[in-house]
């Protein structure tokens, strides 16, 4: 059952008016100012040209908040209908130019070439049970530019499967592949922070990318009591980089984690919760493998008007087997949500902290490589002018920070996209890119520019 149809916090409102009203105007005061801040946080893009045009599937309704977020592709209302299953697929095709196609230090790297998006998303279920089956991908072929950039694909693909036996009661599985060369590019392919890679490397953009496979398992249970509510799961999560370079070992790792969220309902559509992980990462970099924690607790809502997130702030650590690395921890604070202030704009936006390893700063001259605590903000907008014009939008920031070393590195991009239907089914689209790279390190620094023009076809 999903947080929108939750039954029992609303029947306690009906029963009990005044203590109702009471709680919410105590609550109202006291976060009307935390959300207001939240809700000025979303500022952003989505990309070209959007895989699958539409709406966005919201995260699977955990009844317990949302223990399990990994956001599923868009979708659009229209589907193709075979059996039982419905079929939402897209392509996306068009030119582009690219002016740092390897993200050199120098530049220098300007490319012409061809650009496909194709995507797929199919659903089936009984009420019971749902099945759903997703895949995308972003290639980008050119003929001038170096060996390193003149291919380029990001994919995204994967299965869940949603199980709800008794009304309180809710398993969610995935299996999810993901391919990609940093956080930016994998959220211009999938509107949404759901695997994070704990690798510094993999997380944050740099010069002279390497791009890496990620296969995540995982399942996930949330039960409601009452006004209470707890849920429990675990995920693995196996990265595999294509190549290395200069880099020996390969910074592959394999990382299991165990999480444990409780918490209760406030007001009929606020929450209050905790959440608890232990994660063990074994790296192909012996020294760097490691044990780690992270406790928070939060504040969050189904629906506040027009306002659905969590924001919260807590504790993280994590111990490396190698000693010169030693032991990293700190505060975390963070949040994630949507708002809609108007039926044809939404704005979405996250915020989190994640401790990583890296090859590219040593913390001594003993050690191969360093912690990171690498920050995280995204955020995006969709706004429809018209029937057929839509504007979209997407921005991101990361800082990483090399625990044990002066490096210091500062990323971001914004990107814009117009949209023009010429039929129900098909459009034209315009699409601008910008990614830079700031960092205290010589011959780190890049920056790029995408333009893409094309077309974009749905069922």
Sequence with gaps: MSIGSRKTPFLWAQRQPARAALWAGLCAGRWAGVWALFAACAYAQTGFPAPANGPQLPPPPAISGRLYSSPLPRRDYTALAAGDWLFYPSLSAGLFYDSNAAQLPGGGDESFGVRLDPSLLAQTGNGIKKTTIYGAADGRLSSNASPSGARSLTANAGVRERFEPLPDLA?????????????????????????????????????????????????????TFGHAFAGFGGSVQSLAYEHTGDLAPAPNELTATLTLRGGLWLTPVLYGYAEGSLDRRNSAANALSSNGYRGVVGIGS????????????????????????????????GGEGDYTPLPRLKLMASLDEALGASFL?????????????VTTLLAEAAYDFAPEVSASGRAGFIRSDYVGSSRCDNAWTITATISYAIWRNFGLVLDYEHLELNSNVAFESFSRDVVTIGGTYKY
């Design 171 to 223: 398993l969610t599985a995935d299996g999810d592949y993901l391919r990609e060369k940093d956080l930016f590019s994998g959220f211009a392919l999938n509107r949404g922070v759901g695997y994070l890679n704990p690798t510094g490397t993999g997380l944050a953009p740099t010069a002279e990318p390497q791009s890496y496979d990620q296969l995540t398992a995982s399942l996930f249970a949330d039960k």
């Design 302 to 333: 189904s629906r506040v008007r027009l306002l659905r997130g969590e924001i919260y702030a807590g504790y993280q650590g994590e111990s490396y087997r190698s000693a010169e690395i030693g032991t990293v921890s700190g505060w975390v604070v």
């Design 361 to 373: 700063a040593p913390a001594s001259p003993l050690s191969m490589g360093t912690a990171t605590k």
